[in-house]
């Protein structure tokens, strides 16, 4: 028996299996420290002129420290929305997509020094919630359809029945 090819495969794999390991422990590390870069805001000076060998910076914020806890603040859970819908192997992962354009605005916000932060996201991502969470849902009615073994005529006959409101939530959760 030859197992020459058997050895070129097992070789294949071992090379695969540590590009993902490699991969998978720089996820690891940046998980483990976010908290961290979170708190990194701390060492910040809290005047609106900073004086650095770079040159000089100003900010139209009170001080460095409250932009910086702004910027931290919108981009370290948008770096872990982003991470966690990159590397989610589930159907749902898509609706992922709304805090993450959410925490998109707030984070351009802060960085274009709006004074509004926080007022205006949802006025923007309202038009991305109308066609996401409904595609999200046709989605997962299809899959628990075709898992009961239901036809798709009877859920289109379902969504032509007028249901009062409390009846279209009990039907949600069904």
């Known amino acids: 028996m030859d197992k020459t090819p058997n050895k070129s495969l097992t070789q294949k794999y071992r090379k695969t299996d540590r ?3 490699f991969v998978g422990g720089i996820i690891v590390l940046f998980v483990a420290i976010t908290p961290f870069l979170f708190y990194s805001y701390e060492s910040l000076p809290r005047t609106t002129v900073w004086e650095t060998s770079f040159g000089t910076f100003t900010t139209s914020y009170d001080n460095f420290y409250t932009l910086a806890w702004y910027l931290v603040s919108k981009a370290i859970p948008l770096s872990l929305f982003l991470l966690w819908f990159f590397t989610c192997k589930h159907w749902w992962h898509w609706i992922i997509l709304l805090p993450i354009a959410m925490y998109s605005f707030q984070l351009w916000g802060v960085v274009n020094e709006s004074r509004n932060i926080d007022e205006l996201e949802l006025v923007y991502i309202f038009p991305l ?14 899959l628990f359809n075709k898992i009961r073994g239901n036809s798709l005529d009877s859920f289109e006959e379902d969504l032509l029945i007028r249901k009062t409101l409390w009846a279209q939530i009990k039907d949600l959760f069904r």
Request: aromatic share 12%; no cysteine; hydrophobic share 65%.
């Open 19 to 21: 590009y993902s390991l």
């Open 129 to 142: 919630m109308m066609v996401l969470v409904p595609a999200v849902y046709l989605i997962r009615a299809k």
